[in-house]
């Protein structure tokens, strides 16, 4: 299918073509019709990813500071990596679009094939010809709205939500500050609302487009009248409030607003605008209150309702983002709302690139709204395409279900190195388009059954959320192949016993975790000194996790908490030093009040093994980042070891200390040592009874938590 894509790293926007994205649960597909370039959004996104590096670091300085931890953290040469994938990566554009429903997988059973609806998010409603929206961001249109005016939803959302900020009453004066799309749909709601609205913008153009449709009345920001005709509109008392949708460089918005509101008036934020205000004279003086708008509305940024699907109830929560753009499609059908005068272009997908030459001003021509329509494609519905670089199939061919962040930094790479990438699978179709073309995969797909079902493909990495392990794992033992899965194995008791059967009934398959902190080179050194000691060992491993936030997909049901998704590595760990089984395990978490704190994020684990060692794990999300994340300490035979967040090891054996310069996780030699023993035909780096047992005590540590008893692992 086509879709508007922008390659992040050169700026290069133009039409490609990709996958048909992949329906989830809770997702609803869409064939679009018409889609809404967001002007003064868009332009920034674009004009960022045409910036020099140099230029995209002054434009988001929060992400410099998190590289800048990131070096101190891991080094320079693991965050370059880090950084220079993320650059080098393919970006969707646009959030505004609607069209028919292809198929849901909605919880509520509200969409049907054939239903006509607006979408929104970005990521989601992109400009694209298929688009897989999550439930609630799909609104049905009314009958007598057209897919052209459907389109702007997700704008009509915006202006909602600033004008419900701001509490309008009848006979309000309300000013405008910005008449671009955004300030045109906040003036015709305001109307509609039975303000008195008044405008202003630097662009005379926008100026004379409100006066024209009678939304507003509206004088340029440099016209020298403009104090006088705010006086004669307000009858001298100031605005009631003061909405400011514009884009703008410098806080002049916020100044004048100030100087135009009445006192105890309010000002509030839709547009992107410098936060600088002055106390003096007005702020301070009036009393003024100041308000920011989230977008469409609650529920924005919401894992749990916009991923999840979970709607807030009617009564306690009236207007959620849904509901908003629900009561926009309401006034395009009663008319309170009349969007055709905003519709100023509308290009062919095929000619998308044309249209943001006009949004970036390549082109000197007057607009506001421009669309973007999909006419009919019998191409669209494909769920992979094939690179145009074949690649010759080696001894070991893989397939990816799934190429996130982490397996893009350190799986794929690893893995390219010495066997041959087929196929590779992600949810979207930009993405698996991004990831085929960056480490030169044959094909890209949004479908795991082109990977399950290629008998060209026998190994299969699979680094998906959590939740989809062990159905993936299953599958692919199912279908002959080999699998290295990314931590954890399985979430629950259930998952993991359907993975054993599935391992028992196939031959000569192999099955792996990424338990990759045995393969770092500071842990090989440590475990060579300790080797055939004959005698237990103490471990004590200290890790300072930092906090991750309740609503953070690991946290919730697609990643099953830290304990199953992190903890399982140090378990795995404290089998490698010490060869012998966990038998037996207690766990406590901290006790707060504090609701923003997960309590089992912070946890002392006590483990027995069965040569009779003992592990001690402190795992906590409570300290300062400035600590070393991992700090481990093992102790036997009169010998000490200590590992420092993998970059460094001591050890201390005849009244001697030994300095380890290695650094690395592992993550590179656990890939490349699993593809060895499959090409030399030798058993797993390590054993199923291994990993199965490390996922085992992981449930069992959580049982210990609820029972505040020792958990038996058998």
């Known amino acids: 299918m086509k879709q508007v894509i922008q390659n992040f790293k050169s700026g290069e926007l133009y039409v490609g073509e990709v996958p048909m994205p992949s329906l989830q649960e809770k997702f609803v597909m869409v064939e679009n019709k018409f889609s809404l370039i967001s002007a003064g959004t868009e332009r920034g996104t674009v004009g960022m990813g045409k910036a020099s590096l140099l230029g995209k670091a002054k434009q988001r300085p929060d992400l410099v500071k998190q590289v800048l931890a990131s070096v101190k953290k891991e080094g320079l040469k693991a965050t370059f990596d880090k950084v220079k994938t993320k650059l080098d990566s393919l970006a969707a554009l646009g959030y505004s679009s609607a069209g028919v429903v292809m198929a849901s997988l909605d919880s509520n059973g509200e969409f049907q094939p054939g239903d006509r609806v607006a979408c929104a998010g970005q990521n989601y409603a992109s400009h694209s010809e298929v688009v897989s929206v999550p439930q609630n961001l799909v609104m049905k249109i009314p009958d007598n709205v057209s897919f052209e005016e459907a389109s702007f939803t997700t704008l009509g959302g915006i202006a909602m939500q600033g004008v419900r900020q701001a509490e309008v009453q009848l006979g309000d004066n309300i000013c405008v500050i910005g008449l671009g799309l955004l300030g045109q749909l906040t003036c015709q709601l305001l109307k509609a609302n039975g303000s008195n609205v008044f405008g202003i913008d630097v662009s005379q153009g926008m100026v004379d487009l409100a006066n024209e449709t009678k939304v507003a009345t509206a004088l340029n ?205 992600t949810s979207t179709g930009i993405n698996a388009k991004s990831v085929a073309d960056k480490f030169q995969f044959n094909t890209a797909s949004t479908n795991a059954n082109d990977v399950l079902n290629d008998e060209s493909i026998n190994t299969v990495f699979i680094a998906t959320r959590h939740d989809t392990h062990a159905k993936y794992i299953v599958d692919a033992l199912n279908a002959k192949k080999h699998v290295f899965v990314e931590k954890p194995l399985a979430m629950n008791y259930e998952e993991l016993e359907q993975v054993k059967n599935a391992y028992d009934s196939v031959e000569n398959k192999m099955l792996m975790v990424g338990f990759n902190r045995r393969f770092a ?25 930092g906090f991750i936030p309740k609503d953070h997909w690991t946290q919730g049901e697609a990643g099953g908490g830290r304990i199953v998704g992190e903890i399982c590595h140090f378990i795995d760990l404290m089998q490698f030093f010490t060869d012998a089984k966990p038998v037996k395990v207690y766990a406590e978490c901290i006790a707060t009040n504090n609701s923003q704190i997960k309590t089992d994020d912070n946890i002392a684990i006590v483990v027995k093994f069965s040569d009779g060692s003992l592990g001690n794990l402190t795992y906590v999300a409570n300290a300062d980042k400035a600590l070393a994340k991992e700090h481990l300490e093992i102790f036997g035979a009169g010998k000490a070891g200590i590992i420092e967040d993998f970059r460094s090891g001591l050890i201390y054996k005849d009244n001697k200390e030994e300095k380890l310069k290695l650094s690395g996780k592992g993550q590179k030699e656990g890939v490349q040592s699993f593809i060895r023993a499959l090409k030399e035909g030798t058993s797993s780096p390590i054993s199923f009874e291994s990993i199965y047992l490390t996922t085992l005590a992981t449930l069992k540590i959580q049982d210990s938590i609820i029972t505040g008893q020792f958990q038996t692992i058998e």
């Open 521 to 545: 080179p500071v842990t090989i050194a440590l475990k060579k000194e300790f080797a055939n000691i004959g005698e237990p060992l103490v471990m004590n491993f200290r890790v300072n996790a």
């Open 221 to 425: 920001r440099n016209d020298s009248n403009l104090i006088a005709a705010i006086e004669n509109f307000t009858k001298g008392h100031g605005f009631d409030k003061v909405i400011i949708t514009a884009a703008a460089p410098t806080n002049d918005p916020i100044v004048l607003s100030t100087e135009i509101l009445r006192k105890k008036g309010q000002i509030i934020i839709v547009g992107a605008v410098p936060m600088e205000i002055p106390r003096e004279p007005d702020f301070y003086r009036k009393e003024l209150e100041l308000k920011i708008s989230t977008s469409y509305g609650p529920g924005r940024y919401d894992v749990s309702y916009e991923e999840e699907g979970h709607d807030y109830p009617y009564g306690y929560v009236r207007w959620t983002e849904k509901r908003n753009m629900e009561a926009f499609l309401g006034l395009l059908s009663n008319g309170g709302i009349d969007v055709k005068p905003l519709i100023t272009h509308v290009f062919n997908i095929d000619d998308a690139e044309e249209a943001y030459d006009i949004v970036l001003g390549k082109v000197k021509e007057r607009f506001i709204g421009i669309l973007l329509e999909y006419p009919e494609n019998e191409t669209k519905t494909s769920t992979v395409i094939k690179s145009t670089n074949i690649n010759a199939t080696k001894e070991i061919n893989i397939g990816f279900i799934g190429a996130g962040s982490f397996a893009q930094g350190y799986l794929i790479p690893a893995a390219q190195e010495m066997a041959s990438l087929q196929t590779v699978v």
